[in-house]
């Protein structure tokens, strides 16, 4: 079993900065691609940013050179450093992970339930 478990969100105002963290827990032998999505109320599902277990990140235009995305392969735990925060930026964020247990024989998606920034004078 394999859980994803975001922390982090929360009510900032406009300009501010904010710090998501997802830990992966489980039998987990290794980790491919991270990411980070999020929705926003009446939005589909949008990607923000991934990072790959090398280090090699992509950015959604919209936040490019406000977010940084980075991990820490030791502790299966990704990170999403949120600066020059917008009202735009308010939804449900996701944490995303290809993971393979030692019981696996492929790699599998596997999603956090969310944790919510809202973005507010």
């Known amino acids: 079993q394999v859980q994803l478990v975001e922390s982090g969100g929360g009510l900032v105002q406009p300009g501010g900065s904010v710090r998501l963290s997802c830990e992966a827990s489980?039998?987990?032998?290794?980790?491919?691609?991270m990411a980070w999505y999020r929705q926003a109320p009446g939005k589909e599902r949008e990607l923000v940013a991934g990072?790959?277990?090398?280090?090699?990140?992509n950015y959604a235009d919209s936040v490019k050179g406000r977010f940084t995305i980075s991990r820490d392969n030791a502790k299966n735990t990704v990170f999403l450093q949120m600066n020059s925060l917008k009202l735009e930026d308010t939804a449900v964020y996701y944490c995303?992970?290809?993971?393979?247990?030692?019981?696996?024989?492929?790699?599998?998606?596997?999603w956090g339930r969310g944790t919510l920034v809202t973005v507010s004078p």
């Open positions: 995303n992970a290809e993971v393979m247990t030692y019981t696996w024989s492929q790699y599998v998606e596997r």
């Open positions: 990072i790959s277990s090398g280090g090699s990140t």
């Open positions: 489980g039998r987990i032998e290794s980790i491919a691609q």
